[in-house]
T-cell receptor
Framework: AQKITQTQPGMFVQEKEAVTLDCTYDTSDQSYGLFWYKQPSSGEMIFLIYQGSYDEQNATEGRYSLNFQKARKSANLVISASQLGDSAMYFCAMTSPETGNQFYFGTGTSLTVIP | GAGVSQSPRYKVAKRGQDVALRCDPISGHVSLFWYQQALGQGPEFLTYFQNEAQLDKSGLPSDRFFAERPEGSVSTLKIQRTQQEDSAVYLC????????????FGDGTRLSIL
């Protein structure tokens, strides 16, 4: 079974600083995908970044990068140069063909950016 | 519209009533997913469609929950004889094809059962 663990219920970061949100996963599948989503207080889930299990390079999308350590089964999200608009819930998720491509989500991390 | 559209945005019902939640996915998206998100939790999978075929309904909590996508586009999640524990946000997501594709989510329907 797939499992996603996010151990940081809440995080604070100073504006313009970088922050790392932790995510570890557990799977026996060889092929899988890892995703990060942002959920502002308005409720929509916004796709941020994707990492495939066979990708050798860490994914980057603008200010977002994914620190993928396959042997440790971790997929931490790094947000550089934090902005006030980054304050939101962040969810790590994984999927695999063996499980029908449904997403398994962690419990989320609430990020607050302090001016 | 360009994104996944869900309606209603908010729904309040009395315990025992039936409710129907609608999802209009992104045009051309083959895969459609329903998730339930309880307060303070991550979304949990309910069911999955590929076109009109419901390929996985293992996450539906009881036989009171029913989902359909008869023409392979719009989907409806129906909850019969609602209970207070059904109160949650119901999220719909769609993706272009199966595989490692990002799922694009709607704004959700916040369901409150009194």
């Amino acid at each position: 079974a797939q499992k996603i663990t996010q151990t940081q219920p809440g995080m604070f970061v100073q504006e313009k600083e970088a922050v790392t949100l932790d995510c570890t996963y557990d799977t026996s599948d060889q092929s899988y995908g890892l995703f990060w989503y942002k959920q502002p207080s308005s409720g929509e889930m916004i796709f941020l970044i994707y990492q495939g299990s066979y990708d050798e390079q860490n994914a980057t999308e603008g200010r977002y990068s994914l620190n993928f350590q396959k042997a440790r089964k971790s997929a931490n999200l790094v947000i550089s140069a934090s902005q006030l608009g980054d304050s939101a819930m962040y969810f790590c998720a994984m999927t695999s063909p063996e499980t029908g491509n449904q997403f398994y989500f962690g419990t989320g991390t609430s990020l607050t950016v302090i001016p | 519209g360009a994104g996944v559209s869900q309606s209603p945005r908010y729904k309040v019902a009395k315990r025992g009533q039936d409710v129907a939640l609608r999802c209009d996915p992104i045009s051309g998206h083959v895969s459609l997913f329903w998730y339930q998100q309880a307060l303070g939790q991550g979304p949990e999978f309910l069911t999955y469609f590929q076109n009109e075929a419901q390929l996985d309904k293992s996450g539906l909590p009881s036989d009171r929950f029913f989902a359909e996508r008869p023409e392979g586009s719009v989907s409806t999640l129906k909850i019969q004889r609602t209970q207070q524990e059904d109160s949650a946000v119901y999220l719909c997501a769609s993706s272009l094809v199966m595989g490692d594709q990002p799922q694009h989510f709607g704004d959700g329907t916040r369901l409150s059962i009194l």
